[in-house]
């Protein structure tokens, strides 16, 4: 629950990276909803993207199809980190996003560098205009987007944690294949030409393979806590 401390602490700027299944997501919503901040999943907005173009027939092999059409679909994300929303064109993609199909094809959409310049400049905005401050999770917010944030953190794990992890999310999932699927997804994504996944050289590294959800929270948030106390 947000505290009395926490509605009058200056906004803060949190960006907190990391390959898939290292715990971002789940981590940024409870440290935002505890210190009564903001939350952004920057995922979700590439996913989106990544949504229109399949829909739209754009062919996502095909580099310079994907920048034609960049401009086109109108993203808007909710930063309510108890209901994330996002929607495109008006409609609540939140389910749609999250299909194997989408899964597959994000990292080459992502990689657009059209793409990125828009979302981007989507996510700076939306940073900017949270008042009370911002967790934003994604692949290049330390290193790219909010190259100023107030605290950096690094989320790592092992493959073998990340798809333990996964498939238990995916029920009855190979955890063989899941393990593959996420290397692949990492892969492209740290290898890509415009901002690639990459750690800050000033972010903060936590290795989550040995800690419990909570644990990774309350590291978090006290990392959040401390910055506070020296501005
Ligand atoms: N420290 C942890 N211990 C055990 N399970 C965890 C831990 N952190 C996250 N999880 C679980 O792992 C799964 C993946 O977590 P989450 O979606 O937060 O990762 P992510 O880094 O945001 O992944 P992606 O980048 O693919 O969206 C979820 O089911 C979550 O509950
Ligand atoms: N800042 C970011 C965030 C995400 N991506 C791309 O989106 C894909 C999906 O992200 P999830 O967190 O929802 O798994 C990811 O694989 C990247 O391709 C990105 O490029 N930059």
Redo the contacts with the bound molecule.
């Keep these: 629950m947000e505290s009395t401390a926490a509605r009058t602490a200056p906004a803060v700027i949190v960006a907190i990276?990391g390959p898939?299944g290292t715990g971002?997501?789940s981590t940024s919503k409870a440290v935002a909803t505890q210190l009564g901040l903001s939350y952004l999943?920057?995922?979700?907005?590439?996913?989106a993207i990544t949504w229109w173009m399949v829909t739209n027939g754009i062919d996502v092999a095909d580099p310079s199809s994907i920048a034609a059409a960049a401009g086109k679909p109108d993203i808007v994300s909710g930063t309510d980190p108890a209901a994330p929303a996002i929607t495109v064109d008006g409609t609540d993609v939140a389910g749609p996003i999250r299909t194997q199909e989408v899964?597959s094809k994000?990292?080459a959409v992502?990689?657009v560098p059209e793409v990125?310049a828009r979302i981007t400049e989507l996510q700076r905005s939306i940073a900017a205009a949270a008042g009370q401050g911002i967790v934003v999770?994604?692949?290049?917010?330390g290193t790219t987007?909010l190259p100023d944030a107030d605290l950096k953190i690094f989320l790592t794990a092992s493959p073998e944690a990340r798809a333990a992890r996964r498939s238990g999310e995916l029920k009855g999932a190979d955890v063989n294949a899941t393990r593959e699927a996420l290397m692949k997804?990492d892969v492209?994504?740290s290898t890509r030409k415009t901002?690639p996944?990459a750690k800050a050289a000033d972010a903060v590294e936590v290795d989550t393979s040995d800690l419990t959800l909570q644990q990774v929270i309350e590291c978090v948030v006290t990392l959040v806590e401390g910055k506070r106390a020296t501005r």
């Design positions: 990276d898939s971002k997501s999943d920057t995922g979700a907005q590439y996913r899964t994000v990292s992502s990689a990125r999770e994604g692949r290049d917010i987007v997804r492209a994504d901002s996944l």
